[in-house]
């Protein structure tokens, strides 16, 4: 069984920065990516970003430019650096990991942090 834990999230002004991190403990056969998804009240969840194994990162065009996605992969801990930080961006921003499987791959993911971007 795999866990995500994360942490880093908080009220912040807009225009302001945050830093989350998400590590992962368990078993892990091999990981495939890991991610950022947030979702915002009535809303579906959406990713963030992406970082692929092979380091290849994905963002969310509203993100782009001012998120970054890291990771660490002796920890198998992953960072969001968030800059220039909006009010629309608050959400509850999960951690995903998809594990790369003999068979089909499978999707963990963390239990959520709340980000707050409010004057």
């Known amino acids: 069984q795999v866990q995500l834990v994360e942490s880093g999230g908080g009220l912040v002004q807009p225009g302001g920065s945050l830093r989350l991190s998400c590590g992962a403990s368990g078993s892990i056969f091999s990981i495939n990516a890991m991610g950022w998804y947030r979702q915002a009240p009535g809303n579906e969840r959406q990713l963030v970003a992406v970082?692929?194994?092979?380091?290849?990162?994905n963002y969310a065009d509203s993100v782009k430019g001012r998120f970054t996605i890291s990771r660490d992969n002796a920890k198998n801990t992953v960072y969001l650096q968030m800059n220039s930080l909006k009010p629309e961006y608050t959400a509850v921003y999960y951690c995903n990991l998809n594990e790369r499987r003999p068979g089909p791959n499978l999707a963990y993911w963390g239990q959520g942090t709340q980000v707050t971007v409010s004057s």
């Open positions: 970082i692929f194994s092979g380091g290849t990162t």
